[in-house]
């Protein structure tokens, strides 16, 4: 065998090599994050629905929660993505000939921009609609009853569900580009079809998380005040424990003496909000015990972080703004190859990644935030213990949408120039200066707009609550019409 056969096999060799040591490291990671989704989802479900007598309705909700745990790990990896990716070329920037981290290229970062593609539309369009329909299945009229039936029953739905979509999908494309070619392509199911409504769900994430982020930066402040010590002006913790404990007590002597009062009583109702006011005694008690450091301290400077994040992404959105109009690199685009280690993505070197990095997890947690606070969604929020699988399921499909839309917000809002890779940046619309435009005009002044009418109504009620005068009696005069009708 000659020189150069021995030189091509050693290069398959080697390439073979990389091959399986990414997808080790690929394996790990999402095993990581799948136990940790597990263990989250765990806590949040409901013990009921999987320890019932009838052992195949248990069954049935085990697979769909193992389901709802994997849709949820590719939502976290989905999270990570960018940040990682950023994270990893500023690494091999300042380590580039290290040997501990030959692991770390550019083939392993475009892997796993694939691989969250691919499981994200895995998820979204099999894995969590078969999850709920496999909850809701009784099996067909006549059929033997068993796992066995649901299934049979969950995949005819599936696939009537597949037949719907594709169709919707098709007229979709037939009304927004009403070309043959392109209305033939959707023919190529894996090439063209899934991608093509990839995009279409992406978008509706990006929308979704235009409208949810501002919000959540808004509810932060709120949000983190109620999480911390705040400092004696601004809250009389003494008062509310001493209002907390005469309601238990007159609850409790409620309970104790149910005959002293002439209405019925629900006992299970006042046996609950007892509980409730135990547990939120317990907190007061231990914010009432907190150091004045963290009294004096803690509360103003989380307060003074959020502020100076969320000043600094509306910051970011209006310099990318302007730098749209005049440069046309601004406009977010594709990356085909992942070419790690030759270029910072950030003006200020290492620093600016890792404010790039903080921001982008600052903005997904608004995201998430406003999200449950929005009235349209409330009702989704998961409760500890007590979260039904339908729900379960619901909230991993949300998430995940959000998730998988956020590597696209960050770059169309410029947070970061890091390119999207893989089929990320094959999104038709990403090309449209109008919708790019008029997407980080919105957010800017919907951000802007939620922040100075939050900010200003939350200082004017904790001046008011400081100087006591919310515990003023109002004056008769501040209700005329009502005044009026006694008069007459």
């Known amino acids: ?3 150069a056969d021995y030189e091509v096999l050693s290069v398959r060799e080697q390439l073979f090599h990389e091959r399986v040591r990414e997808c080790i ?3 790990l990671l999402f ?4 136990i940790l989704c597990h263990i989250t989802l765990t806590h949040f479900k409901r013990p009921a629905e999987f320890t019932t007598v009838d052992d195949e309705d248990a069954t049935v909700n085990k697979i769909a929660l193992e389901l709802c745990t994997f849709t949820l790990a590719v939502s976290l990896g989905a999270v990570l993505l960018l940040p990682f990716s950023i994270i990893s070329n500023e690494v091999l920037l300042s380590l580039p000939r290290n040997y501990y981290i030959q ?3 550019g083939s392993l970062i475009h892997g796993l921009w694939n691989l969250v593609f691919l499981f994200s539309n895995l998820s979204l369009i099999f894995l969590m609609p078969f999850a709920y329909f496999f909850t809701e299945s009784e099996g067909f009229a006549g059929s033997k009853k068993g796992v066995l039936g649901r299934v049979y029953e969950t995949v005819v739905m599936l696939m009537l569900l597949t037949l719907l979509v594709l169709g919707m999908v098709w007229v979709a494309s037939a009304i927004v580009d009403n070309n043959k070619t392109s209305r033939e392509s959707l023919y190529d199911f894996w090439e063209y079809y899934l991608p093509y409504l990839y995009s279409c769900i992406s978008f509706l994430g990006v929308l979704l998380l235009l409208v949810c982020t501002p919000l959540g930066l808004a509810r932060m402040f709120s949000v983190t005040g109620k999480l911390l010590v705040k400092p004696r002006v601004l809250e009389d913790l003494e008062e509310q424990l001493y209002c907390s404990a005469f309601e238990e007590a007159a609850l409790t002597r409620r309970i104790c003496n149910p005959t002293s009062c002439w209405l019925p009583l629900d006992m299970e109702l006042l046996h609950r909000q007892v509980l409730a006011l135990q547990t939120q005694r317990v907190l007061l008690e231990k914010r009432w015990k907190a150091s ?4 004096n301290l803690g509360y103003p400077l989380a307060m003074l972080c959020l502020l100076l994040l969320t000043g600094l992404s509306v ?8 730098e749209l109009l005049i440069d046309e690199a601004a406009m977010p685009r594709g990356m085909q190859g992942a070419s790690l280690g030759q270029v910072s993505f950030s003006k200020l070197g290492s620093f600016g990644a890792v404010i790039q990095v903080v921001l982008i997890f600052y903005l997904m947690v608004s995201s998430i935030v406003g999200f449950y606070s929005s009235p349209l969604f409330r009702g989704l929020r998961p409760r500890w213990h007590d979260t039904a699988m339908t ?16 590597p696209v917000f960050s770059r169309t809002l410029g947070l970061t120039r890091f390119d999207l890779l893989g089929d990320f940046g094959r999104f038709n619309w990403l090309g449209n200066f109008y919708i790019v435009f008029l997407y980080n005009a919105t957010f800017a002044g919907l951000t802007t707009l939620c922040l100075v009418k939050t900010f ?21 005069s501040a209700f005329p019409r009502a005044s009026r009708k006694t008069q007459h």
């Open 292 to 295: 004045a450091w963290q009294r």
């Open 31 to 34: 095993a990581t994050l799948y």
């Open 1 to 3: 065998m000659e020189a």
């Open 456 to 476: 200003t109504a939350a200082v004017r009620a904790e001046l008011i609550r400081a100087f006591g005068l919310d515990r003023l009696p109002l004056p008769v």
């Open 25 to 27: 490291i690929s394996t």
């Open 103 to 105: 692991w770390l290229n």
């Open 315 to 322: 910051l970011i959105v209006a310099i990318h703004i302007l």
């Open 391 to 406: 729900q379960i399921i619901g909230n991993c499909v949300c998430l995940l949408v959000l998730s998988s839309a956020l």
